[in-house]
C-alpha cells in the first residue's frame, strides 16, 4: 500500500505556488497601472513645460521690444 503523503505535499507545494504566482501577478498588476499613470502624468508635465518654454519665449520677445522703445 503507498502512503498518500507525497502526493498531498506535492499538492501543497502546488497550491502554494499557485497562491504566490497569483499574489505576484496582482503586484505586477498594480506596478503596470502605476506605470501607466506616471506616464500620463509625466505626458502631462511635459506639455506644461513646453508651453511654459513658449511663454516665456514670448515674454523675452515683449521685454526686448520694450527696452528698444525706452
Not at 502512503?3 to 502554494?16: I, Q
Not at 499557485?18 to 500620463?40: G, S
Amino acid at each position: 500500500m503507498t502512503s498518500d503523503k507525497p502526493c498531498t505535499a506535492d499538492a501543497m507545494l502546488v497550491l502554494e505556488l499557485a497562491t504566490e504566482n497569483a499574489l505576484l501577478r496582482a503586484q505586477l498588476a498594480e506596478a503596470q497601472d502605476q506605470c501607466v499613470e506616471l506616464a500620463v502624468d509625466a505626458g502631462d508635465l511635459h506639455a506644461e513645460i513646453e508651453a511654459l518654454r513658449a511663454e516665456l519665449e514670448t515674454l523675452r520677445a515683449n521685454a526686448a521690444k520694450w527696452q528698444r522703445v525706452a
